[in-house]
C-alpha cells in the first residue's frame, strides 16, 4: 500500500505458474477474438514443455508458459486468441500492480 510503509507480495505469476488450473488462485487461458469478458482455460498442459495449449499443439497456436511466456493465436491461425494468465483474488481491498516486458525489434 502505498504510503504506509508496509508492502506485501500476495502473488507473482512466475513463481506461483502451475500444472494445476487455480493454484495460488491462478488461470491460464485466452480471451477468444479479444473479448475480455470470454476468458476460456485452455484444457492442456504440457509438462515437458512447462506450458499450458490446445488439445493439439498448433494451429491454433495459444500458450501460456513458465517463466512469463505467453504467445496468442493470429488471425490468420483460426480465430484469434489473446494469451492471458488470470488471477482470481481471494480478498478485497486496493491494490498496486506492477510488470515488466520486453519488447521486440
Given at each position: 500500500?502505498?504510503?504506509?510503509?508496509?508492502?506485501s507480495v500476495v502473488a507473482n505469476s512466475d513463481t506461483d505458474f502451475s500444472g494445476t488450473?487455480?493454484?495460488?488462485?491462478?488461470?491460464?487461458?485466452?480471451?477468444?477474438?479479444?473479448?475480455?469478458?470470454?476468458?476460456?482455460?485452455?484444457?492442456?498442459?504440457?509438462?515437458?514443455?512447462?506450458?499450458?495449449?490446445?488439445?493439439?499443439?498448433?494451429?491454433?497456436?495459444?500458450?501460456?508458459?513458465?517463466?512469463?511466456?505467453?504467445?496468442?493465436?493470429?488471425?490468420?491461425?483460426?480465430?484469434?486468441?489473446?494469451?492471458?494468465?488470470?488471477?482470481?483474488?481471494?480478498?478485497?481491498?486496493?491494490?498496486?500492480?506492477?510488470?515488466?516486458?520486453?519488447?521486440?525489434?
Amino acid at each position: 500500500m502505498q504510503g504506509s510503509g508496509y508492502v506485501s507480495v500476495v502473488a507473482n505469476s512466475d513463481t506461483d505458474f502451475s500444472g494445476t488450473q487455480g493454484a495460488h488462485n491462478w488461470y491460464y487461458g485466452y480471451f477468444p477474438s479479444g473479448d475480455i469478458n470470454a476468458f476460456t482455460q485452455l484444457p492442456i498442459y504440457d509438462a515437458a514443455d512447462l506450458r499450458w495449449q490446445h488439445t493439439t499443439f498448433g494451429p491454433p497456436w495459444t500458450v501460456v508458459a513458465t517463466g512469463s511466456g505467453l504467445h496468442p493465436n493470429g488471425s490468420d491461425s483460426g480465430t484469434e486468441e489473446w494469451a492471458v494468465r488470470c488471477r482470481v483474488s481471494p480478498v478485497g481491498g486496493a491494490i498496486s500492480v506492477r510488470g515488466h516486458g520486453t519488447s521486440r525489434k
